[in-house]
Each structure stands twice: as structure tokens, then as C-alpha cells.
């Protein structure tokens, strides 16, 4: 830490290892942007008299070293048992009806929660099946405009179009028909889409 603060370098130091033959040191770190550490290096090596390795990991990689508890309770996936990250991305969170609130699909890192990979299979196969809301349907009663939808349940909530009362009628899936379906559209605005862009780096 002191070479760095020598050096006025603009990185944070996050780990440091020996390879297993004490052949060389690897220094992990992370920056806003590229780093010129040679000057660095030269340093580590006339301190530790052998080979000295930089490495620049992203935001990520510095959880999965740092370790700590998601907002579930638990050990952060990627330090307990991911072994590799897969991309995420903002539309997962949109099709699990999840809110585009940062602060609730971020993790520790900064960037959109690992776990929302794991059931965005099961989400898609069921977007393929099930009407989305505003869709017009055929049901035991008659047609009417879905006003809810509850994709793990495989069930709507419809207003009926011979009904007068605001009270909705509820159906499973297998007991409605599709008649006109809806093209669902962005409603977050456009400032907020691009800060969520950016949980996605």
C-alpha cells in the first residue's frame, strides 16, 4: 500500500497470493481505468526479490475475493459456489416483475444480482405461454381484458367485458384463450433505463 501511495497510482489493492512454488507474487487490484504500474513493479520486486505479477479484475471478481452476505442472508453466490459469471441483464429483472429500483437488483459489487440467472429459463418458458397483461381473452364467462398476471401461479386476473362491477374474476392459465395479445412497452423513463444500463457492465 505504501509503493502504491508512492507511486500516486489511483487503484485499490484487493488480494495478494504466492504461486505454489514461490516463484512469483500476484497482486490483484482494481481501477476506475488502465493503470501504468511498471514503475510499481520494479519496486515489489527489489522489496520481495522475486517475480511480480499486477492484475486489474472488475468489480465481480472483487466480491467472489472479498466474500460477504447477500441481501438474502446467505454467502454471496459467487464467493460460496459460482465458478464463472454469467451475463445479466436489466430484462431479466423486467420479466420476473421485479422493480427497476437499483438499490434492490444490485448486489455487493454494484452490478445486477447473479441470482436472477437462475430461474430466467423458467420466466421465458412461461412469457411464451401465458398472456401479458392488457391482452384480450376468452373465458368461461366470456371475453375480458387481463388487469393481472401471476406467472409462478399460471393464473390472471380478468375484467369482464359483460360485467359492469369492478370486481375481477380469476383463472388458471389452461382455462382461457387467446384472442388479441398486447405488445408490452417501457414505462421507465429514459434517465432511469440508462443508470440501469449501467449495472449490467
Do not use: W
Not at 475475493?65 to 454469467?86: D, I, P, Q
Not at 405461454?129 to 384480450?136: D, F, S, V, Y
Amino acid at each position: 500500500l505504501e509503493k502504491i501511495e508512492k507511486h500516486n497510482l489511483e487503484m485499490k489493492l484487493i488480494d495478494v497470493e504466492y504461486t505454489f512454488d514461490n516463484n512469483k507474487i500476484l497482486f490483484y487490484f482494481t481501477a476506475d481505468g488502465r493503470v501504468d504500474f511498471r514503475e510499481l513493479v520494479k519496486d515489489l520486486a527489489a522489496v520481495f526479490r522475486t517475480r511480480i505479477e499486477l492484475r486489474q479484475i472488475g468489480v465481480r471478481d472483487e466480491a467472489k475475493m472479498m466474500g460477504g452476505l447477500g441481501v438474502c442472508g446467505r454467502a454471496l453466490c459467487c464467493s460460496s459456489h459460482l465458478t464463472e459469471f454469467h451475463p445479466v441483464s436489466i430484462k431479466m429483472a423486467k420479466e420476473q416483475n421485479l422493480s427497476l429500483n437499483p438499490t434492490k437488483i444490485s448486489g455487493t459489487c454494484g452490478r445486477l444480482m447473479c441470482c436472477l440467472k437462475y430461474e430466467q429459463e423458467a420466466y421465458e418458458d412461461l412469457l411464451k405461454r401465458i398472456p401479458k397483461a392488457g391482452a384480450l381473452v376468452q373465458t368461461p364467462h366470456g371475453a375480458g381484458t387481463i388487469m393481472y398476471v401471476s406467472l409462478l401461479e399460471e393464473r390472471v386476473k380478468v375484467k369482464l367485458d359483460n360485467e359492469n362491477e369492478p370486481d375481477l374474476r380469476e383463472y388458471r392459465v389452461s382455462e382461457i384463450k387467446l384472442i388479441k395479445d398486447v405488445e408490452k412497452t417501457s414505462t421507465e423513463p429514459e434517465m432511469d433505463i440508462e443508470i440501469l444500463k449501467q449495472l449490467e457492465d
